[in-house]
């Protein structure tokens, strides 16, 4: 009577024999052609994982795309439901405020129509970030929470006046 163990270990082995020699069969013995250029379809299914779609055709990935302004606007709009009256929610929103306003920059400058276009919103961040300095502590921006939530309120204001740039 065989043991459980053994039995364990010959099933394995067994296994082990049988997939080698699939593996040997498919990669090509004596007597066999293969081509460097192209692989065989049973290579193909043993190398790639069963859940990898196929390669796509062109090798390019294609660039991330840009946040359009109307979405950073829309992230922008949606901190005046927030603010520093809530008791530990400060630090939050005022962080938050940045990080809209850096969201904001960004898009306007990668927009289709140039930064030029929004001209008086970018200078208004530009003024922001020389006032912040490098200096995104909490209380750096409680000392210049005015200036935050002032340019953020200005271009909110400079928004509404070019509806097509956010809907």
Not at 83 to 101: A, H, I, K, Q, S
Not at 157 to 163: D, E, F, K, R
Request: proline share 7%; glycine share 8%.
């Amino acid at each position: 009577m065989i043991s459980l163990r053994a039995r364990h270990a010959l099933s394995v082995s067994t296994l082990v024999v049988v997939l080698s020699s699939l593996l040997l069969s498919c990669s090509g013995g004596p007597g066999t052609t293969s081509s460097t250029d192209e692989e065989s379809p049973v290579r193909k299914a043993v190398s790639a994982p069963a859940t990898e779609e196929p390669a796509a055709p062109s090798t390019a990935e294609p660039a991330p795309e840009a946040e359009k302004v109307r979405d950073a606007f829309a992230g922008l709009q949606a901190t005046y439901n927030d603010g520093c009256t809530t008791p530990g929610n400060c630090e939050y929103f005022l962080g938050r405020v940045l990080d809209e306003l850096n969201s904001l920059d960004k898009a306007m400058k990668t927009d289709p129509q140039g930064p030029g276009h929004f001209k008086e919103p970018l200078a208004w961040i530009v003024e922001l970030r020389a006032e912040l300095g490098d200096d995104s502590s909490f209380e750096n921006l409680k000392k210049h929470q005015d200036l935050l939530t002032g340019t953020r309120d200005k271009i909110n204001t400079w928004m509404q006046g070019h509806p097509e740039d956010y809907r």
